[in-house]
């Protein structure tokens, strides 16, 4: 294994955010009955004329904007053909020799920068479902808004793969290009996988990986393949050039089909569109429409706000939640490193044990603030805390906001008052004589031992700062 390094390029295809398809008027939606959302033009009948969808053009502008390609003010859509039910023209537009974003790049976590070859603009198909009684097919889908993001084989594991597709989808979800949902399809990632002796300059062969749909199975399908193919050569054989599957089911890649060239496509320009060509001074208003990019957004957390790198990756991989963090943070600086952490733990351990989700935690997040700074100032122990947020978030008849401002009145205050604490600490220590003796022989740490007894006495809503004081002023003399 150690004798051979993986060779690993992307290609991502991200769904467009927009109200229609890409050359009609059809509508884009998830579900609703079969091909209820078609017209002429995605039924491919013949003599139907597309139309370029111009929101469509501004989205995969902004894609390549946030990963710094270069933008062509001329691009061409292309026919790539071949036959499948489920793509009635036999043909499908897109983008071959001049695509719209040519050679971008993507910073990161570790620091590497991995390049971009290319962005192109393409239609989906539609659905083929098989079921019992034969296949049908469903063409609401045909027609979708689609930009592929091609990357260069630069990666060289599978975290490394995975560190790539999360920070592309942060930026497309940070632009409003793509909602990012790897489960309901509308981020599809393939992975190119190869393997080559350590310090060889030539790419092995590589596979096309399809058919996963979670970072989990990007990461488990690289991992895999790499094994399977140093496997091969090790035993004397060799890799085939093919597709292969990823089933999740059984943890390992499958033959799908031996792998086409371009040239079995016979892509030519389509005659029905015009060259896309982009005015210089649109592109410029574009580029001044840029909000705070995820890599960006990362190093200021780090830089000013004094976030460590898990921290702030773990916010600013769903920007939604990095968004309300902003917002609900903006003027207090020092509250919000242990905000982030508070969330990245206390909350998310919630939000897996409940069913709730973190768009409708954005609107908590100024109760979650405020709960966070009664917890640091001592207002609230541990104890108090972690049964407020239980008792908050499993209340799912009101929104989380309200539910969680109840629970938070009902938590009451801690007692941090030495006149209503000192009978307790002077209780444990009678009832413990034994220990007290041992403290004082030199065991100093059955402090923690007596606050737990202190504690437990009075369920847990005390400030352990103040019993512990107690303590020493007793224990010390
Ligand atoms: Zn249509």
């Keep these: 294994m150690s004798a051979f390094e993986p060779v690993i390029g992307l290609e991502v295809h991200a769904q467009l955010m927009t109200r229609t398809k890409i050359f009609c008027g059809c509508a884009v939606s998830v579900g609703g009955e079969p091909n209820t959302r078609t017209c ?15 929101e469509v053009v501004r989205l995969a502008v902004r894609a390549g904007l946030g990963t710094g390609c270069a933008i062509q003010t001329t691009s061409v859509f292309a026919r790539k053909n071949y036959f499948y039910p489920d793509l009635p023209k036999g043909y499908q537009i897109t983008q071959a020799d001049l695509p719209i974003c040519l050679d971008g790049q993507l910073l990161l976590d570790d620091g590497k920068v991995a390049r971009i070859q290319r962005i192109h603009l393409e239609e989906d ?90 970072f989990r199975s990007v990461r488990d399908a690289i ?45 030519f320009p389509d005659p029905d569109l015009p060259p896309l060509h982009l ?14 990019l995820p890599a960006a957004r990362k190093a200021r957390y780090e830089r000013d706000l004094g976030l460590d790198l898990r921290t702030a990756t773990w916010l600013t991989d769903e ?28 909350v998310q351990a919630q939000l897996q044990r409940v069913e709730r989700t973190w768009p409708e935690l954005v609107d908590a997040m ?27 978030f499993a209340d799912l008849t009101q929104p989380l906001a309200t539910a969680l401002t109840g629970a938070e009145s009902q938590a009451g205050a801690v007692l941090s008052d030495d006149a209503a604490l000192e009978p ?48 020493a002023r007793k224990l010390d003399v």
């Excluded at 009948?45 to 111009?54: C, E, F, I, K």
């Design 40 to 54: 002429p033009v995605c039924l491919g009948m013949p003599g139907a004329l597309p139309v370029l969808n111009a």
């Design 125 to 214: 198909a539609g659905k083929s479902i098989h079921g019992a009684t034969g296949t049908r097919v469903d063409l609401n889908r045909a027609g979708t808004p689609l930009v592929e993001i091609v990357g260069h084989p630069d990666l060289r594991s599978a975290d490394e793969a995975v560190a790539y597709l999360r920070a592309l989808r942060g930026i497309l979800v940070t632009l409003g290009v793509c909602d990012g949902n790897m489960e309901e399809g509308s981020l599809r990632c393939d992975a190119n996988v190869s393997v080559r002796p350590i310090g060889s300059a030539v790419f092995g062969t590589r596979v096309e990986i399809k058919n996963m749909n979670s």
């Design 223 to 267: 991992m895999f393949e790499v094994e399977r193919q140093v496997g091969l050569i090790t035993d004397g054989d060799r890799v085939r050039q093919e597709t292969r599957l990823w089933n999740v089911d059984l943890a390992r890649t499958e033959s799908m089909r031996s792998k086409e060239e371009a040239a079995d496509y016979r892509y």
């Design 279 to 292: 005015d210089p001074a649109w592109l410029d208003a574009q580029r001044a429409d840029l909000p705070e």
């Design 319 to 346: 920007p939604p939640r990095a968004d309300a963090f902003d917002q609900s943070v903006a003027g207090m600086p020092d509250l919000a490193a242990p905000f982030a952490v508070f969330l990245m733990t206390q």
């Design 366 to 392: 100024p109760v979650l603030l405020r709960i966070c700074g009664k917890w640091r100032g001592g207002q609230l122990s541990n104890k108090m805390l972690a049964d407020l947020l239980q008792t908050g």
């Design 424 to 471: 307790v600490v002077d209780a444990i220590l009678a009832q413990f004589p034994g220990e007290v003796a041992k403290y004082r022989a030199g065991q100093k740490q059955l402090t923690g031992f007596f606050v737990g007894q202190a504690m437990r006495q009075l369920a847990g809503k005390a400030d352990a700062k103040v019993i512990t004081a107690l303590l």
